[in-house]
Each structure stands twice: as structure tokens, then as C-alpha cells.
């Protein structure tokens, strides 16, 4: 579980290739399905965001999540069929985009 003041954590990420989806179980038992082309068109990288403080779905390329990597204790990097693999989705970022009825009213 989350100790208090500290925002929730990943404490088990799955890929559903099958499902072509990411799974994450979050610290304080609420858990997260993020279909990989959601995942990609919300890359928070410079290069898919700018510079702006928006944030904007880009319709990008090849939405084939091929691999998941740790960063540090504050993200996670997704890497793309296509190449693209410089986006880091910090938890907070990941949490945010979380598309369930229950999140979905925060934004």
C-alpha cells in the first residue's frame, strides 16, 4: 500500500500483447488498463508534445508496444515498434491517463 503523502506506485506492470494493453496494479489497489495505441498517442516525449504545457493526443506511428523498461523509481519508458522509445511516463503522468470510469472524471 501507499505510505501516506507518498503518490501511488506501480507495484506490477503487464503487457497483454494479446490484448495490446499495459496492466498496472497500483500501490493503493486501484489498478490501470492503457491500450497500447492510447498509450502511444499520449507519448509525453518533446518530440510528440513540444514544448507547450498542453498536453495533446498525436496520432503517431506503429502502436506495437515491443518493450517496457524502469526508469528509476519515477517512470516507466516505453519502446515502439516504429523506434520511437524516448517517451518517459512518469507513474504520476501514467496515473493521470488512466482511462477508467472512475478516473476518467479528474481530467
Given at each position: 500500500m501507499s505510505s501516506p503523502g507518498r503518490?501511488?506506485?506501480?507495484?506490477?506492470?503487464?503487457?497483454l500483447a494479446e490484448e495490446k494493453r499495459v496492466r498496472i496494479a497500483w500501490s493503493?489497489?486501484?489498478?490501470?488498463?492503457y491500450p497500447f495505441g492510447y498509450l502511444r498517442g499520449w507519448c509525453p516525449c518533446a518530440a510528440c508534445q513540444g514544448h507547450g504545457s498542453e498536453?495533446?493526443?498525436?496520432?503517431?506511428?506503429?502502436?506495437?508496444?515491443?518493450?517496457i523498461g524502469v526508469v528509476g523509481k519515477y517512470a516507466l519508458s516505453l519502446a515502439w515498434g516504429d523506434g520511437h522509445d524516448t517517451g518517459i511516463y512518469s507513474y504520476r503522468y501514467l496515473r493521470d491517463l488512466c482511462p477508467c470510469a472512475a478516473c476518467q472524471p479528474r481530467r
Amino acid at each position: 500500500m501507499s505510505s501516506p503523502g507518498r503518490p501511488p506506485h506501480p507495484v506490477e506492470v503487464r503487457r497483454l500483447a494479446e490484448e495490446k494493453r499495459v496492466r498496472i496494479a497500483w500501490s493503493d489497489g486501484h489498478e490501470s488498463e492503457y491500450p497500447f495505441g492510447y498509450l502511444r498517442g499520449w507519448c509525453p516525449c518533446a518530440a510528440c508534445q513540444g514544448h507547450g504545457s498542453e498536453r495533446r493526443y498525436v496520432h503517431a506511428g506503429d502502436d506495437t508496444l515491443v518493450h517496457i523498461g524502469v526508469v528509476g523509481k519515477y517512470a516507466l519508458s516505453l519502446a515502439w515498434g516504429d523506434g520511437h522509445d524516448t517517451g518517459i511516463y512518469s507513474y504520476r503522468y501514467l496515473r493521470d491517463l488512466c482511462p477508467c470510469a472512475a478516473c476518467q472524471p479528474r481530467r
